[in-house]
Nanobody, 116 residues
Framework: QVQLVESGGGLVQPGGSLRLSCAAS????????MGWYRQAPGKQRELVAT???????KYTESVKGRFTISRDNAKNTMYLQMNSLKPEDTAVYYC??????????WGQGTQVTVSS
């Protein structure tokens, strides 16, 4: 079973930037459409960015123009560049399949806290 390991989170001031990484134990980025999800306290997990096997990207409205999803198939790694961070971006961020009827095992996620 493929394992997903998220990293790169931390505490950042409003307006700051972070780059998250998602390392996979297998070659999945050329097989599945993948995405970044986030879950804030007391809220449901939401999909915020998607990258298809063909390289097309899509973002939820609240992060458009601020977040950029990318991947490096050779490194089995996916990224989320987050700029102009806002307090409402505070959440635990996860990576996983973005489509289909099942998901890979969820990783532990990486905490992003935006606060002054």
């Amino acid at each position: 079973q493929v394992q997903l390991v998220e990293s790169g989170g931390g505490l950042v001031q409003p307006g700051g930037s972070l780059r998250l990484s998602c390392a996979a134990s297998g070659r999945i980025f050329s097989i599945y459409d993948m995405g970044w999800y986030r879950q804030a306290p007391g809220k449901q997990r939401e999909l915020v960015a998607t990258i298809t096997t063909g390289g097309s990207t899509k973002y939820t409205e609240s992060v458009k123009g601020r977040f950029t999803i990318s991947r490096d198939n050779a490194k089995n790694t996916m990224y989320l560049q987050m700029n102009s961070l806002k307090p409402e971006d505070t959440a635990v961020y996860y990576c996983n399949r973005a489509s289909g009827t099942w998901r890979l095992n969820w990783g532990q996620g990486t905490q992003v806290t935006v606060s002054s």
